[in-house]
């Protein structure tokens, strides 16, 4: 059974940090895109960053690019988005996703404030 557990979501301040885990079980993330999403509150769903199977390639949005690293533990079957140098307009609800062609798994949310 495939499941993407999110934690790490808090309350910051512009400016902050943070680093957001997702916890995959019931598959090898080493053999998967995975994927961090986010919806901002009365917003549709915006797409993050990827990184690849394989050799980890990794690419992303331009509204977080050089903010944000994302990374995999494969030993561990776990996925990181390191957030810094947070902005409001950050504030979202961060989703993890198996990417198989689209996204055909996500977990429930880790909920990210940023506001002072």
């Known amino acids: 059974q495939v499941q993407l557990v999110e934690t790490g979501g808090n309350s910051v301040q512009p400016g902050g940090s943070l680093r957001l885990s997702c916890a995959a079980s019931?598959?090898?993330?080493?053999?998967?895109?995975m994927t961090w999403v986010r919806q901002a509150p009365g917003k549709g769903l915006e797409w993050v960053s990827d990184?690849?199977?394989?050799?980890?390639?990794?690419v992303y949005a331009d509204s977080v690019k050089g903010r944000f690293t994302i990374s995999r533990d494969n030993a561990k079957n776990m996925v990181y988005l390191q957030m810094n140098s947070l902005k409001p307009e950050d504030t979202a609800l961060y989703y993890c996703?198996?990417?198989?062609?689209?996204?055909?798994?996500w977990g429930k949310g880790t909920p990210v404030t940023v506001s002072s």
């Open positions: 990184i690849s199977h394989g050799a980890g390639g990794t």
């Open positions: 019931g598959f090898a993330i080493s053999d998967n895109y």
């Open positions: 996703a198996r990417r198989s062609g689209g996204i055909d798994y």
